[in-house]
C-alpha cells in the first residue's frame, strides 16, 4: 500500500470516526432535551395544589441522559 493511499484512507476513517461521534452527540442531545422537556413538565404539574412532587425516579431518565450527552461530549474532545 502506497503512503499515499495510507494518508487517504486513514483520512477516510478519521472523518468516519469524526462523523459518527457527531451523530452520537446529536442524538444524545436531542435525547436530553427530550428528557430535560419532560422532566420540566413533571416539576410544573408538581406547583399543582395536592400534586406529587417529583421523584428519584422522575429524575433518573433526565441523569442517565445528561450522562450519556457528557460522554458523547467527551468523546469530541478526544
Known sequence: MSY?????CST???Q???AAQ??????????????EERL?????Q????NAAWPTEADYKPW???KDALH???KALEE
Do not use: M, N, W, Y
Not at 499515499?4 to 487517504?8: A, D, K, T, V, W
Not at 457527531?22 to 428528557?35: I, N, P, Q, R, S
Open 46 to 49: 408538581s406547583r399543582r395544589p
Open 40 to 44: 420540566d413538565h413533571k416539576i410544573e
Open 22 to 35: 457527531l451523530k452520537a452527540f446529536d442524538e444524545a442531545h436531542e435525547a436530553f432535551e427530550k428528557e
Open 63 to 65: 441523569t442517565d441522559a
Open 71 to 73: 460522554e458523547a461530549g
Open 4 to 8: 499515499e493511499c495510507r494518508l487517504e
Open 12 to 14: 477516510t476513517t478519521a
Open 16 to 18: 468516519k470516526v469524526r
